[in-house]
């Protein structure tokens, strides 16, 4: 099996046993790997019923065709469980090393299951797996116990996936972080790799993967890592990260200021954007598995409240820890950057339900009896940071608001779900529906809740002929709602694809889908097309969809929050509004959903979902 090591490891915790399992061909041609294959054993083992943090819930990390090879961006793995944050099913992403090593080591995927009796990790080498008590290392931060890991196994070249205080402690939001704060963010996968009794997974490997086409994958990788290094489309993302779109989107509007009551403006951006940083506290970085394009961040803060040495924060974490809060101090939302990552927390739900619970704070629904003292006012960083604290460990305040926006407004009340900003329990990415139109359907139509990396159609907007290959042809401004559900729906059949072979999304910012079909049949010897890759998306989104029905999602809440269709005073997208219903009832129709949001019969069948379909419409 080409491209794969045509194994998959699985380890029962309870019973502290590991074995191996073939590699299901059929399924790899349906699915190529990562999340697709990830949700397609998800729907067949993990009933829609599991406690996401009981004992019957499962961690699937999976990698794809393309992981541990010359190609940049390839060192990526995938992690599918049921959110605790959600109540459904959800996959999450992360960059850096540990993908490319796991693979190495003879496996493309993990299944954990059951719980052990107490706190373990695993040690995987080349096949060989060892469960190992870790109990002398319950309770410390996910950067501390990389190198005593590392010293412990005796093995300096390997790399570690953890959780830290906050996925022991079950925060909803927490997360695992491998090497050098790099995370699969979303969902809670923290909490639910601490309720199965596991601190880490480290691994090293020195297998080599075999592929169909050796020199040809190796020329066409080579020929895209290039084009990453030297293409002037890349020229801000390689010098400023992902923090130079608060210096270019804030006049457009696309960033969320005040839990998203006001328009960006470009004083609070500038302070906190990709130049500020390059110009204070940037220092040199190492990037990713092979990267070209270098996007991560390390900042250095040599005196001062804020001192740190780490991994500086992207753009997700400035808008949501930073504008969302009223805090336009860069070293401040660098350093609760650097705590959320020790600490192991999803930096947007974080600071997203800081802002959340700032308003609350605002309107009396939060008083300082309830923050013990803490005046969580807008633009204060000293009570965000110690919220920050305490929501990781648990204590005042922040044993409520670990809970997220979602679970902490059904308490509240008092109208606060009005502005608590997610959608189904996973609280918005910083891109605003409002500045452009097709997030509206992408994030209520999303997977795994608000989420732009299951379809960055935003990113197709204002564009010509963005994805010309699988016919959406054309110019779609973003004030518009004509064609924005087409426009979804290839974006997320697009990131689907993306997210089974395990690649990051910046690298195909230049790329077709012709491109990605070639590096798949070169690695595995296929011959799919850039039609089968558009199939493949829509049968990994129906079977993602399905599982959700099962797990209760229905047509009312594919919604955004109030305040997301709320019409701006001022600022670049001030008085515009999507509308949701007209792109929701065009979405509807073109992934052939039934009215109450249930992948059609007929849908299902022609996917090669018939046992699906059966599971359906008994």
Known sequence: MKGYMGKLLRVDLTARQSREEPLDAEAVRDYIGGSGLGVRLAYDEVLPDTDPLGAGAKLIFMTGPVTGTVLGTAGRFQVIYKSPLTGMLCDSSSGGHWGGEFKQTGYDGLILEGVASEPVYLFIHDEE???????????????????????????????????????????????????????????????????????????????????????GFRQEALRINKLNATDPRFKDLRELGTPEVMDNSWAVGDIPVKNWSRGSYEEMSVSLGGKKMRDTILVPHVACHYCTIGCSRWVKIDKGPYRMDGPGPEYETLGALGSMCMIDDLEAVSYAAHLCNVYG????????????????????????????????????????????????????????????????????????????????GLELPMHDPRAYFSWASNYATGPRGGCHLHGMSGFLENRQDPIPEWGLTGYFPRHGDEDKARVTQLAQNWSAILSSMVLCYFATFTLQPSDLASLVNKATGWDLTSEDLSLIGDRIHALYRAYNYRCGIRREDDRLPVRSLVPLAEGGAAGKVPDLERQLREYYELRRWEADGKPSHASLVELGLADVAADLYP
């Open 129 to 215: 797996v060892e469960i190992r008590p870790a109990g002398h290392l319950w309770g410390m931060d996910t950067f501390g116990i990389q190198p005593l890991l590392l010293e412990e196994v005796g093995e300096p070249k390997g790399h570690v996936l953890a959780v830290g205080p906050a996925g022991e402690r079950g925060v909803l939001y927490s997360c695992m972080v491998n090497d050098a704060g790099r995370a699969p963010g979303r969902g809670g996968n923290g909490a639910v790799m601490g309720s199965k009794n596991v601190k880490a997974i480290v691994v090293r490997g020195t297998r080599s993967v075999e592929l169909a086409d050796e020199g």
């Open 345 to 424: 927390m999803d930096t947007i739900s974080c600071g997203a339900t800081i802002a959340f619970a700032m308003e609350c704070y605002e309107k009396g629904l939060i008083t300082t009896e309830d923050t013990g003292g803490i005046e969580l006012t807008w633009g204060n960083k000293e009570a965000m940071l110690t919220v920050v604290e305490q929501i990781a460990f648990g204590q005042g305040i922040g044993k409520l608001l670990g809970q997220g926006t979602r679970k902490v407004a059904e308490q509240l009340g008092h109208g606060s779900m009005d502005y608590a900003v997610q959608v189904k």
